[in-house]
C-alpha cells in the first residue's frame, strides 16, 4: 500500500481538473546545471524536419553542397589554388578529381554538422596501399581529415586507412565495397573548443561507412595529418570550409550535404548540461516567458501559471501577486455551499498539488497558509487519495 508519488498526483490531478491550463508540477525541477525540469513542457519543441524519400538523400533542412548537377557545382565550390593544372571534372552527375587540379573547397563555411557525402575510387585498380583511390573530407579548411582511401582488399597503415580520423585513429571495421562501386560516408563533426589554450571540448568524429560505425565520437586531439599524430591545443576556427582533395588519383564524388548540429552547452548553447551562470540566466528567461504567458489569463489559469514561474525563479512581485491570488481562492472555496462543494474538488486538489510540490523542492515554505488551508478542506470533505 505505497502512497502515490508526485508525478502519479499530478496526473490524478490534471485529470480531474482538464479545464485548467497545463502546469508543471511534477518530476525533478530546475537545479543548478539543468534549467528545465524533467519532462518539461516548458521546453520548446523540436523543428519538424521531413525526412528524404530515398534514405541517403537530403532532408528538408539540409544544405546541399552538390546535387549532381554542373550548376550546383560551380555555385558551391572553388579551387583552393589557382595556379593549377586543369579542373575537377563534372561528369554523369558525380564530380571527379582531375590529378594536379589540386584540392577544392566549399564557398560556404560551417562547423559542427552532420554531413553526408559519396565516394568512389576508380574501377580499374592501379596502386597499392596509399595510392590507390586517395583523396580525403578535410573539415575547417584542412584542420582534421577522415580519410578516402580505396582499401578493398587493400591493407594500409592502419591510422590512414578509409574512414580514419587521418593520423589519429583507425576505423573500427572495413566495410567497404569493391572499388568503382559507391561509399557511403556519414559524419557526425564536433569542433574542438579551446579558449585561452584551455581545452574546454576536445571535439569529436562519427563516421559512418556504408551504415557501419567505424568511428564513435572519436576525440579529434588536435587534428592529425601526414606524420603528425596531435597538436591538442591548437585554435580551431567556429567554422571553415569543407575541402576535397587532390591526391593524384581520380576519385569520384557526389550527393553531398550537411544540416548543422545544435550547439554544445561548452558552446554557448543548451545540448547537454550548463554552467551554474548559463542555468541562471535561462531560468530567468524561461521563468520571465510564463508570467508573459500567466498576463493573458485569467482566474485560476493566471494563478497556476505565476506559480509554476516559481519552479525557475523566485521574484518578489510574482509571489506577492500568486499568494494574494491564492488568498481570494481559499476563501472562495471555504465559502462554497456545502450542496456545490463537490463541484470545487478537481481545482483545490490541483492547487493544493502544486504547492505541495513548490514545498517539497523549496520553492516555497512548508508552511504556506495556503497549503495548510487546502488540506483541511481536502480532509473535511474526504478528498484524500485512496491508498491502494
Given at each position: 500500500m505505497k502512497p502515490r508519488n508526485l508525478a502519479q498526483t499530478a496526473i490524478s490531478l490534471a485529470i480531474a481538473a482538464?479545464?485548467?491550463?497545463?502546469?508543471?508540477?511534477?518530476?525533478?525541477?530546475?537545479?543548478?546545471?539543468?534549467?528545465?525540469?524533467?519532462?518539461?513542457?516548458?521546453?520548446?519543441?523540436?523543428?519538424?524536419?521531413?525526412?528524404?524519400?530515398?534514405?541517403?538523400?537530403p532532408p528538408s533542412d539540409a544544405v546541399v553542397l552538390f546535387d549532381g548537377t554542373e550548376e550546383s557545382f560551380k555555385n558551391n565550390w572553388k579551387h583552393v589554388r589557382d595556379k593549377r593544372k586543369g579542373d575537377w571534372i563534372f561528369k554523369d552527375g558525380a564530380m571527379q578529381c582531375a590529378p594536379g587540379a589540386g584540392y577544392i573547397r566549399t564557398k560556404e563555411e560551417f562547423g559542427d554538422c552532420q554531413l553526408h557525402i559519396e565516394w568512389a575510387a576508380p574501377t580499374k585498380v592501379q596502386g597499392n596501399s596509399q595510392g590507390r583511390g586517395n583523396s580525403g573530407v578535410f573539415f575547417l579548411?584542412?584542420?582534421t581529415e577522415i580519410q578516402v582511401l580505396d582499401n578493398y582488399d587493400n591493407p594500409s597503415y592502419a591510422d590512414g586507412m578509409a574512414g580514419s580520423v587521418y593520423g589519429v585513429m583507425p576505423p573500427a571495421a572495413n566495410p567497404l565495397r569493391a572499388p568503382g562501386e559507391w561509399q557511403t560516408y556519414d559524419i557526425i563533426f564536433r569542433r574542438p573548443i579551446i579558449k585561452n589554450g584551455e581545452i574546454i571540448d576536445p571535439g569529436s568524429q562519427t563516421v559512418l561507412i556504408n551504415g557501419v560505425v567505424v568511428q564513435d565520437s572519436t576525440p579529434i586531439e588536435g587534428g592529425g595529418g601526414h606524420k603528425k599524430r596531435s597538436n591538442p591545443k591548437k585554435p580551431f576556427p567556429e567554422t571553415g570550409p569543407l575541402s576535397l582533395q587532390d591526391h593524384g588519383n581520380p576519385v569520384r564524388f557526389r550527393n553531398i550535404w550537411y544540416r548543422p548540429l545544435r550547439k554544445r552547452?561548452?558552446?554557448?548553447?543548451?545540448?547537454?548540461?550548463?554552467?551554474?551562470?548559463?542555468?541562471?540566466?535561462?531560468?530567468?528567461?524561461?521563468?520571465?516567458?510564463?508570467?508573459?504567458?500567466?498576463?493573458?489569463?485569467?482566474?485560476?489559469?493566471?494563478?497556476?501559471?505565476?506559480?509554476?514561474?516559481?519552479?525557475?525563479?523566485?521574484?518578489?512581485?510574482?509571489?506577492?501577486?500568486?499568494?494574494?491570488?491564492?488568498?481570494?481562492?481559499?476563501?472562495?472555496?471555504?465559502?462554497?455551499?456545502?450542496?456545490?462543494?463537490?463541484?470545487?474538488?478537481?481545482?483545490?486538489?490541483?492547487?493544493?498539488?502544486?504547492?505541495?510540490?513548490?514545498?517539497?523542492?523549496?520553492?516555497?515554505?512548508?508552511?504556506?497558509?495556503?497549503?495548510?488551508?487546502?488540506?483541511?478542506?481536502?480532509?473535511?470533505?474526504?478528498?484524500?487519495?485512496?491508498?491502494?
Amino acid at each position: 500500500m505505497k502512497p502515490r508519488n508526485l508525478a502519479q498526483t499530478a496526473i490524478s490531478l490534471a485529470i480531474a481538473a482538464p479545464t485548467l491550463a497545463t502546469a508543471q508540477f511534477y518530476g525533478d525541477p530546475p537545479d543548478a546545471t539543468h534549467p528545465w525540469a524533467v519532462h518539461d513542457m516548458n521546453r520548446p519543441q523540436p523543428p519538424v524536419v521531413t525526412p528524404a524519400a530515398k534514405p541517403g538523400d537530403p532532408p528538408s533542412d539540409a544544405v546541399v553542397l552538390f546535387d549532381g548537377t554542373e550548376e550546383s557545382f560551380k555555385n558551391n565550390w572553388k579551387h583552393v589554388r589557382d595556379k593549377r593544372k586543369g579542373d575537377w571534372i563534372f561528369k554523369d552527375g558525380a564530380m571527379q578529381c582531375a590529378p594536379g587540379a589540386g584540392y577544392i573547397r566549399t564557398k560556404e563555411e560551417f562547423g559542427d554538422c552532420q554531413l553526408h557525402i559519396e565516394w568512389a575510387a576508380p574501377t580499374k585498380v592501379q596502386g597499392n596501399s596509399q595510392g590507390r583511390g586517395n583523396s580525403g573530407v578535410f573539415f575547417l579548411d584542412g584542420a582534421t581529415e577522415i580519410q578516402v582511401l580505396d582499401n578493398y582488399d587493400n591493407p594500409s597503415y592502419a591510422d590512414g586507412m578509409a574512414g580514419s580520423v587521418y593520423g589519429v585513429m583507425p576505423p573500427a571495421a572495413n566495410p567497404l565495397r569493391a572499388p568503382g562501386e559507391w561509399q557511403t560516408y556519414d559524419i557526425i563533426f564536433r569542433r574542438p573548443i579551446i579558449k585561452n589554450g584551455e581545452i574546454i571540448d576536445p571535439g569529436s568524429q562519427t563516421v559512418l561507412i556504408n551504415g557501419v560505425v567505424v568511428q564513435d565520437s572519436t576525440p579529434i586531439e588536435g587534428g592529425g595529418g601526414h606524420k603528425k599524430r596531435s597538436n591538442p591545443k591548437k585554435p580551431f576556427p567556429e567554422t571553415g570550409p569543407l575541402s576535397l582533395q587532390d591526391h593524384g588519383n581520380p576519385v569520384r564524388f557526389r550527393n553531398i550535404w550537411y544540416r548543422p548540429l545544435r550547439k554544445r552547452a561548452t558552446d554557448g548553447g543548451t545540448d547537454g548540461q550548463l554552467t551554474p551562470e548559463a542555468t541562471t540566466v535561462k531560468r530567468a528567461e524561461i521563468a520571465a516567458e510564463i508570467r508573459k504567458d500567466a498576463a493573458t489569463k485569467t482566474g485560476i489559469n493566471q494563478m497556476m501559471r505565476l506559480l509554476e514561474s516559481l519552479c525557475y525563479e523566485t521574484n518578489d512581485s510574482t509571489v506577492k501577486d500568486a499568494n494574494a491570488m491564492l488568498a481570494k481562492f481559499v476563501k472562495s472555496v471555504e465559502a462554497t455551499p456545502a450542496d456545490k462543494i463537490e463541484s470545487r474538488k478537481g481545482e483545490t486538489k490541483n492547487v493544493f498539488g502544486a504547492l505541495s510540490y513548490l514545498a517539497t523542492h523549496k520553492r516555497i515554505p512548508a508552511d504556506h497558509p495556503a497549503i495548510k488551508a487546502l488540506r483541511q478542506i481536502i480532509n473535511t470533505n474526504g478528498w484524500q487519495d485512496k491508498k491502494k
